[in-house]
């Protein structure tokens, strides 16, 4: 039994408030899960209704925090270290010897979007280290950004429990994680070594991506356009293809192929795709 009801009115009013941020579209029977995520916010906040938490995020004062809470609320965090495994060994094999050839500069990018808790981009942080360990020279960064401020905090903390690490290659979670006790649990801290490779960003995918610029030689947002309408989705992966080099790869999520949303990419590997030209 659910703590509080929403009429199809309300639930219409905020299906539209919820598309408009962040791209997300909430199909009729997301309404139940709607009313999970928000409740706990209609409780802290002593209100009745979903209208007047409507209200309350048009014209209270504090509505700009509360904003940032809604939205940690109403996004979907899953995430995992390795996830789609697939990825990384194409990131390993093909992605990055084509830049140990194509990069004279020594210069790469990589932009992790809807980064979540931080597995994804420590996940490359460790396939990048182990890649140019004997390679001198590289100017490596990782930029890794989300909606979800809760997730980021997390993400930049870097501490994670044991059931988290799991699937880090043991050689990899010796190297780059630094276990310790808690109580009579284990935690593992990422090392100061993968966490300077990543910056993280609070950004919102389609308000803020203007304020980036064409730098990006590899973008990562992978499980995060399922949740947006298709309208959305087409416009974000438009944003993905300006702002990447002109040989720039995008690795989608496994379950979100492009073939639909755009013909501008080239199919490289699995949800993996190239600006320009087939890697070598
Ligand atoms: C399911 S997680 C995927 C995490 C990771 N990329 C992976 O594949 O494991 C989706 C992430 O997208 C983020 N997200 C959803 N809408 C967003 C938006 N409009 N802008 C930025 N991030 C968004 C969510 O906060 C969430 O952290």
Not at 29 to 53: C, D, E, G, P
Not at 93 to 112: A, D, E
Not at 116 to 132: D, R
């Amino acid at each position: 039994m659910l703590p509080y009801n929403i009429t199809d009115q309300e639930f219409d009013i905020f299906k539209r408030l919820i598309y408009q941020h962040t791209g997300i579209h909430l199909s009729q029977q997301k309404k139940n899960l709607l009313v999970a995520r928000l409740s706990n916010r209609l409780k802290a906040l002593n209100l009745k209704t979903f209208i007047a938490y409507y209200n309350y995020l048009l014209h209270h004062p504090d509505r700009a925090s509360e904003w940032v809470k809604m939205i940690d609320n109403i996004t979907t965090s899953t995430t995992e270290f390795f996830r789609e495994r697939q990825h990384f060994v194409f990131l390993q094999n093909k992605v990055l010897p084509y830049f140990l050839k194509k990069r004279g500069n020594k210069r790469l990018r990589i932009w992790s979007a809807g980064c979540s808790t931080g597995e994804e981009p420590y996940t490359i942080a460790i396939i990048l280290s182990e890649f140019f360990k004997d390679r001198e020279g590289w100017d490596i960064k990782i930029l890794a950004t989300d909606v979800n401020s809760r997730s980021l905090s997390l993400a930049k903390a870097g501490i994670y429990k044991a059931t988290s690490v799991k699937p880090v290659p043991s050689l990899y979670l010796k190297k780059y994680f630094q276990k310790e006790s808690q109580g009579d649990v284990n935690i593992f801290k990422v090392k100061d070594t993968l966490k300077q490779m990543v910056a993280f960003k609070r950004l919102n995918l389609i308000r803020d991506h203007f304020t980036l610029s064409s730098v990006w030689d590899i973008i990562f947002c992978r499980n995060v356009t399922i949740y947006f309408h298709p309208d959305i989705k087409a416009r974000v992966i438009d944003q993905f293809y300006k702002l990447l080099q002109n040989d720039g790869f995008l690795f989608m999520g496994h379950a979100e192929p492009l073939f639909f949303v755009s013909r501008k990419f080239y199919p490289v590997g699995k949800s993996v795709y190239q600006k320009v030209l087939r890697p070598k």
